[in-house]
């Protein structure tokens, strides 16, 4: 078969081309051969730092990791504002200094006089919290037919944004004012005049606060308090908003945990008596302004209370709350000892304001003579 002429595929390339080119069609067909393809502008693109040296590649690398560092900042930054507008418009309410209550909470508490009575059971003493949610705490409680006094409260808060979880009191039994003041005497006094003694004086006070208040001494000297037997006390909690019992039954437990180790804590006792405080608290949770109690007794033991539901008398006022039911008993006494000294003692404590404000509760029993606070209460 003969060869085909390619004349003819020639021709129409020949037609289009054989007139010459206007100079705007030479730009054009300038332009578009000397511009690269597609697939090239990308492989330049995507390979341009292969001609990069490595000190410009680390240069670019740190000044990445300086934008996202500016980035997540600025986030950080955006979010802590808006957690404490939420916290402070949505949720209001102040903290407690640390010490506000201190020893107004105890002389407010005592009238001037033995004939100045105590104040009825229906409309109990309080004292201002400077909180919106939780405005007044009881300064007398009546727990199993015995009346307590309130030595200090204070606000337990977490985070640095000082999110509020609950209000917190420490009461101690009227009855047992006298042993209690014999025992912080003691503290600070020669042993051979612990019995002479009946009341510190202003240096001896000054020595008693500083022993209390010191972040090693001052535990051994609470742990030596709270272990001697002979007085009853109550930790009041009141949660600023509704609260599952995992949290608060969470919060005691760590506090049990980080003080009960090495002697005195390796028996099988010990450990038998942690998971029964565990099983104190079942599922559900306590509502906002509905209180908790811990109670301790004379030897020790512990008692979980939850206070029943707030109730309002015809002026308006709201009655003083019974202790409620008894959620459970642990009898081992160092449970007990090792949640008051998580509040009372020790470098880090639950809440700063009410150490401080206990501190400051108990000079003001410390400077009265033995005997004289439980007359002047009851």
């Not at 330049?44 to 997540?72: C, D, I, T």
Request: aromatic share 6%; net charge positive; proline share 6%.
């Amino acid at each position: 078969m003969p060869a085909r002429s390619p004349l003819p595929l020639l021709r129409p390339l020949r037609r289009q081309y054989a007139r010459p080119l206007s100079l705007p069609r030479l730009h054009r067909a300038i332009h578009l051969s000397l511009r690269p393809s597609l697939p090239l502008k990308r492989f330049v693109r995507s390979n341009v730092h292969l001609s990069h040296s490595p000190e410009s590649a680390r240069e670019e690398q740190s000044k990445g990791f300086k934008r996202r560092m500016k980035l997540y900042i600025l986030g950080l930054t955006v979010t802590s504002i808006a957690m404490i507008i939420n916290i402070n418009f949505f949720h209001p309410g102040l903290d407690t200094k640390a010490g506000e209550s201190s020893s107004k909470t105890l002389n407010d508490a005592l009238p001037s006089s033995p004939m100045a009575g105590s104040p009825g059971l229906s409309d109990p003493e309080t004292v201002q919290t400077g909180d919106s949610i939780i405005p007044t705490i009881p300064k007398h409680l009546i727990h199993n037919k015995a009346e307590y006094l309130l030595l200090g409260h204070g606000v337990r808060t977490v985070s640095f944004l000082r999110i509020r979880v609950y209000h917190v009191g420490i009461y101690v039994a009227v009855e047992d004012i006298p042993r209690l003041q014999h025992l912080l005497i003691g503290q600070t006094v020669p042993d051979s005049l612990e019995g002479l003694a009946t009341s510190l004086v202003k240096p001896e006070k000054d020595a008693l606060r500083r022993l209390l208040l010191d972040p090693l001494k001052g535990e051994g000297a609470w742990d030596q308090i709270l272990k001697a037997e002979g007085v009853k006390s109550v930790v009041r909690v009141v949660p600023v908003r509704s609260t599952d019992w995992g949290h608060l039954r969470d919060g005691w437990i760590r506090a049990v945990g980080n003080r009960g180790k090495g002697e005195g804590f390796e028996d099988d006792e010990f450990g038998e008596a942690v998971g029964a405080f565990k099983k104190v608290f079942g599922k559900g949770g306590v509502g906002k302004g509905r209180g908790v109690r811990l109670a301790r007794g004379r030897a020790g033991d512990l008692k979980v209370w939850l206070e029943e539901e707030a109730q309002e008398e015809e002026e308006g006022k709201e009655k003083e709350r019974g202790h409620g039911d008894c959620l459970g008993e642990v009898r081992d006494e160092r449970i007990a000892r090792l949640i008051w000294l998580g509040y009372l003692a020790g470098k880090n404590v639950a809440c700063e304001d009410a150490r401080t404000s206990v501190v400051e509760g108990v000079m003001e029993l410390v400077e009265r003579p033995v005997g004289t606070v439980e007359a002047q209460v009851v």
